[in-house]
């Protein structure tokens, strides 16, 4: 099996580089081992390959961080995570700013921001306040509300498989989800390396598929990096 999946010809209104988004409806974000975390506890650098539902890679993802900020932070850090293609080239930038995270005060509120390509802001994810569930509004690139983001209560401590269901603006229709899939004990206590599924419309917008993608890594920081 080809383990690479060939960048798609440009497409008219499409992003360049996420051309082949356009032709799929789910995909798997597989975290990459990092050893020296769980020898020595030393925070490095994420790093993520997306693939297709077949097990090709389709993009490689890369965190920018400083070693400072990386251990004095933990998961609470601000990072740039840079979405390359199989030829290298950057066709998505997430960008989280960092914020204190607390369900008590609405003022600590996650966002990120999700270019493609870089320098073209294709959407955010803002934190919705609850005080007991995980909530999200994706927006547009116009700061337009498009879709919500909703977790479980308290799914992440107590469930192997956690969803975060990708949901209408009322709420009534759930089009999608966010799957954070169990790796196995030994993963699961000794590592970050987490795998992430991602289900959604075929139709949906290429550019809210992009958002997705970096919806995912906030999720993955948020509730599944550790905090040692």
């Not at 050893?35 to 097990?55: C, D, P, Q, T």
């Not at 400083?66 to 990072?79: A, E, H, I, V």
């Amino acid at each position: 099996m080809n383990m690479y999946m060939v960048p798609n010809p440009p497409m008219p209104g499409c992003p360049p580089g996420l051309e082949y988004l356009t032709q799929v409806d789910q995909l798997l974000i597989k975290q990459k081992v990092e050893l020296i975390e769980a020898l020595a506890g030393f925070e490095s650098n994420n790093k993520y390959e997306v693939r297709n539902s077949m097990g090709q890679n389709v993009f490689y993802a890369v965190e920018e961080n400083d070693c400072l900020t990386r251990q004095c932070c933990g998961p609470l850090r601000s990072f740039t995570i840079r979405v390359l293609d199989n030829f290298g080239q950057e066709v998505i930038t997430v960008t989280r700013p960092l914020k204190c995270m607390s369900c008590c005060f609405p003022c600590c509120l996650q966002e990120l921001e999700v270019q493609a390509p870089p320098g073209n802001t294709v959407g955010y994810v803002f934190q919705q306040w609850h005080p007991f569930l995980p909530k999200f509004i994706i927006e547009n690139e116009n700061r337009e509300p498009v879709l919500k983001l909703q977790g479980p209560f308290c799914g992440w401590n107590c469930l192997p498989d956690v969803d975060f269901e990708i949901l209408t603006m009322d709420e009534v229709n759930k089009i999608g989800k966010i799957s954070k899939q169990w790796t196995g004990l030994l993963r699961e206590a000794f590592t970050d390396s987490d795998n992430f599924g991602i289900q959604f419309p075929m139709d949906l917008d290429v550019r809210m598929k992009a958002v997705m993608i970096g919806a995912c890594f906030l999720i993955d920081f948020m509730f599944f990096e550790s905090n040692s």
